[in-house]
Structures are given as C-alpha cells and as structure tokens.
C-alpha cells in the first residue's frame, strides 16, 4: 500500500528552527508537496521537490531524497503565525496526490 | 496568484435535505478539480476527481449516488450532498490544477463547513 508517515504534533519556540520530517512509500513518484493548513482553512501551497537537494524560499527550506523515500521541511526564524499543521503529499506515478496525515506545529512566546 | 473561491463557506441543514456546493477558479482554466472531506484533526481525504466534460472519478467507499459531482465548465465544479445526516458534517475542500500546468501545485478554495443537524 501507499504510505506517508510525519510527527502528529512537534513543538518549537518563537524564533528558532525547526525541521519537520516526512517519509514516504508509493508507488512510483513524480513530486513531493508540502502544504500549510490554518485550524479552519484550507490548504496553501508552500514548496514543491521532484530532484534530489534543498530548495530554499525565504525562511523555508524543503529537502528531498528520492532514493531515502525522505523529506524534511526546515522552517527558520519561527514566529507565532507559522502555528499551522503542515502536510506533505507525494504525487505517485499515477499522478495522484497522496496525504500524510499532517504534523500541527506549536510555537511557544 | 490562480484563486479558487467556494460557495457557500459555511451551511447548516436539516438531516434528509440536499445541499450543493460551488467550486470555481476565478483567473484560470481548471480540466481537473478535486474534492476532499476533512474531519476534525485528520488529513484531507479526496473523494473525487472531477475532469471537466466527463464523469467524475470516485475514491473507494465514496458513495457517487449521494455525493453528486458535476464539472460542466472549465471554471466551475460543484458537489451535491444528497439527503445529508449528521455524520455527512465535515469541512469539504475543493482544489483545482491549471489547464497545461506542469508543476502539479493545487490552488484550494476556501472550504465548505457543513453541519447536518
């Protein structure tokens, strides 16, 4: 079967870093999604990977290995506002877009 | 950016009523659109793909009869809850791909919260 694991919950503190882990197994793989959700909102797309390596985008940071069936999503300079789950998603060869069931992220002041 | 706007954002009903919600993409052209169900702390959980001109593509143990999809335009889609009960009470979310886009990025409108009652 198709499985995406991430952490239920992780906590941080106002301005440090955190890194949210993501491992997957599909079948076959054409991209890795990760999106944020506000309680109450809908999703809002943050980063998209389909090669090996980091992409960067302001005070995010999305990493992929294909070989690994891993990503992480490396979030800097936390603030109060980046308290979101955040879910990733693997597009597989079908292209259809798996979940993981999200990680809600908490910042403490 | 492409904006994806839903209607109605929040519905109360009566059990046995139908209820439709609307799903269009305002600045571009959407072939495809997809539609989730979320429950209180869970992950979306699609239940349909809706391709425009044809019949939409339902996940296992989605029920077709009573979840209506209907994507007659390449803007709009809308889903039809058909003789709702309180355990059809959800947030339902509708996201659509741009015609020719390749990156795979899904523009999300803003969520339906439905309540049966």
């Known amino acids: 079967g198709q499985n995406i694991d991430q952490p239920t919950e992780m906590t941080a503190t106002e301005g440090a870093i955190v890194q949210i882990n993501c491992t997957y197994q599909t079948s076959g793989f054409n991209g890795l999604f990760w999106y944020q959700q506000h309680a109450g909102e809908a999703p809002t797309f943050l980063s998209y990977?389909?090669l090996d390596g980091l992409e960067e985008k302001g005070r995010f940071s999305s990493f992929l290995s294909r070989s690994k069936g891993y990503s992480y999503l490396l979030l800097k300079e936390l603030q109060m506002k980046d308290s979101a789950s955040y879910l990733c998603a693997v597009w597989d060869s079908n292209y259809q877009l798996i979940w993981g069931a999200g990680t809600k992220l908490i910042i403490k002041p | 950016g492409a904006v994806v706007s839903q209607h109605p954002s929040w519905v109360i009903c009566k059990s046995g009523t139908s209820v439709k919600i609307e799903c269009r993409s305002l600045?571009?052209?959407?072939?495809?659109m997809f539609w989730y169900r979320q429950f209180p702390k869970q992950s979306l959980m699609l239940m349909a793909t809706?391709?425009?001109?044809?019949?939409?593509?339902?996940e296992q143990g989605v029920e077709k009869d009573k979840f209506l999809i209907n994507h007659a335009s390449l803007t709009l889609s809308t889903l039809t809850v058909t003789s709702a009960h309180p355990e059809d009470s959800s947030f339902y979310i509708c996201?659509?791909?741009?015609?020719?886009?390749?990156?795979?990025?899904?523009?999300f409108g803003e969520g339906s919260r439905l309540t049966v009652l």
């Open positions: 990977n389909v």
């Open positions: 809706s391709n425009e001109g044809s019949k939409a593509t339902y």
């Open positions: 996201s659509a791909k741009a015609q020719g886009a390749d990156t795979g990025e899904l523009f």
């Open positions: 600045d571009f052209q959407a072939t495809t």
